[in-house]
């Protein structure tokens, strides 16, 4: 099972081969194996589709028939398959998830046993600290290391003006800025998709995820230009897939999201509001509201200057967002059901009116 096998890249055409710590395996997953799994091969999901897996393996790349949902499995994952079907999904390291978006219960998954979560944005007008946020509590929820990549640097005036507002949102937070353009510049982010590690792109579009990709991982997919209003730009991914990289780890892309709501993050959004969260444990109530309780910690900092306004009311939206969202998709369904029960029984009387008016 733990052989040395080939297979053959979608970037170049030839054979390149891999290894199970090439591909990102841990003692984290080797705990899981029972003897059970003695003859399954362990993969990993580099692709998701509606019926199908593709997974990479010592062996070659296979096509797996899933044993779960296909949203129960993310890009990056760890399953064992006896070279056919997905049997067993291994527990991540990582794992980045979103609250489904429109009306759909339950979160979405974005991908796992991300090492680094590349949070991308740009020297202009598409930079926004309440967005920038969302994306940093996101990452820390999952307890993966988040970079925040600001490009376009080469057509901005000041960009460390940028990095400097990003860094400021969290002490751990790093922020590089970059020329996605400039193939010898994009290599600064090779320390983060080196040495089997992975990085995973998020981002809107049009902030030149799709040029960065290129550059790491040595493809040549067109790009989409951006509207010059908002600097935003069309999306060139249309579906995440792991790449191997040309510093030797592994690259995730997302495509751009218009939604993305928070749920299951609040331990990311008190790493990332660490300050507010500090003051609020010094608060006379442990329940305060912040509003109008005496001995509140937090009215006396926005009073005196030290908290920023802007920021605190950032931090309840986000915190009341995410309690909401975080509700058990089963307590969701129930009131669904619930509601649904409510409206056939108001149709059934309906008919029966109309019946017996006839």
């Known amino acids: 099972m733990l052989h040395r096998g080939r297979f053959l ?7 390149t081969t891999y290894t199970l710590a090439d591909l990102g395996w841990s003692d984290h997953f080797a705990r899981q194996l029972t003897e059970d799994d003695a003859d399954l091969i362990p993969a990993r999901i580099s692709e998701v589709h509606r019926s199908q897996l593709v997974a990479l393996t010592e062996a070659g790349e296979l096509r797996l028939t899933p044993a779960e949902a296909a949203g129960a499995y993310a890009v990056g994952d760890w399953v064992l398959t006896d070279g056919a079907s997905a049997l067993r999904r291994l527990d991540p390291v ?43 509590a996101l990452a820390l929820a999952s307890n993966a290391l988040p970079l925040v990549i600001l490009t376009k640097a080469d057509l901005c005036d000041d960009p460390d003006s940028f990095k400097r507002q990003a860094e400021r949102l969290s002490p751990l937070v790093t922020a590089i800025t970059i020329n996605a353009k400039d193939p010898e510049d994009v290599k600064r982010l090779n320390p983060w998709c080196s040495k089997a590690q992975t990085l995973a792109l998020l981002g809107s579009s049009g902030v030149g995820k799709t040029t960065l990709r290129n550059a790491l991982a040595g493809e040549t997919e067109a790009t989409q230009d951006i509207r010059e209003d908002d600097a935003r730009g069309r999306h060139t991914t249309t579906h995440r897939a792991l790449r191997p990289t040309l510093a030797g780890g592994w690259l995730i892309d997302t495509p751009g999201m218009r939604e993305l709501q928070l749920s299951g993050t609040s331990e990311g959004l008190e790493e990332l509001f660490d300050d507010i969260e500090t003051l609020a444990a010094q608060c006379k109530f442990s329940d305060c509201a912040h509003e109008s ?24 939206k986000l915190n009341r967002e995410d309690q909401y969202n975080s509700e058990t998709i089963a307590a969701a369904r129930a009131r669904q059901k619930s509601f649904g029960r409510v409206v056939k029984e108001a149709m059934a009387k309906s008919r029966h009116k109309r019946g017996y008016e006839d």
């Open 293 to 316: 309780e005496p001995g509140c910690a937090v009215k006396a900092a926005l009073a005196s200057g030290a908290l920023d306004r802007a920021r605190f009311l950032r931090w309840q």
């Open 94 to 136: 990582t794992d980045l998830h979103r609250r489904a978006a429109g009306h759909a219960v339950g979160s979405q998954r974005i991908a796992a046993n991300v090492d680094t979560v590349g949070l991308v944005t740009s020297c202009n007008a598409d930079f926004n600290v309440a967005r920038l946020e969302r994306y940093l």
């Open 9 to 15: 890249s979608d970037r170049n055409k030839t054979l």
